[in-house]
């Protein structure tokens, strides 16, 4: 059975940094796609940060480009999100996710295994 366990969440003030991680169990993706999305109350699901398996490629939303941070590290089947100048508006649900498949999207529907969330609350 495979788990997504993701940790590291919690309450920051605004500029501060927060590094979220995600362990897998139950199988390997070091050749997949790794991603990480958020969600805010009301709002939809929506994608932060992707990295390929191969080449290590990485993928940001626009407003997170240059804050974060997305990592790898096969050997522990982990992926890590740095995240730094953190703003209010990143207060959400942050949720790692992986897909059997080298091709990165941001579309959370490509993604066939999900964490139950950690809550990144940012105050201002």
């Known amino acids: 059975q495979v788990q997504l366990a993701e940790s590291g969440g919690g309450l920051v003030q605004a500029g501060g940094s927060l590094r979220l991680s995600c362990l897998a169990s139950?199988?390997?993706?070091?050749?997949?796609?790794r991603g990480w999305f958020r969600q805010a109350p009301g709002k939809d699901r929506e994608f932060v940060a992707a990295i390929s398996g191969s080449s290590g490629s990485t993928y940001y939303k626009d407003s997170v480009r240059g804050r974060f941070s997305i990592s790898r590290d096969n050997a522990k089947n982990t992926v890590y999100l740095q995240m730094n100048s953190l703003k209010p508006e990143d207060t959400a649900v942050y949720y790692c996710?992986?897909?059997?498949?080298?091709?990165?999207?941001?579309?959370?529907?490509?993604?066939?295994?999900w964490g139950q969330g950690t809550q990144v609350t940012v105050s201002s």
């Open positions: 996710a992986a897909k059997i498949s080298t091709v990165v999207t941001d579309n959370p529907n490509g993604y066939n295994y």
């Open positions: 139950g199988r390997t993706f070091s050749n997949y796609v």
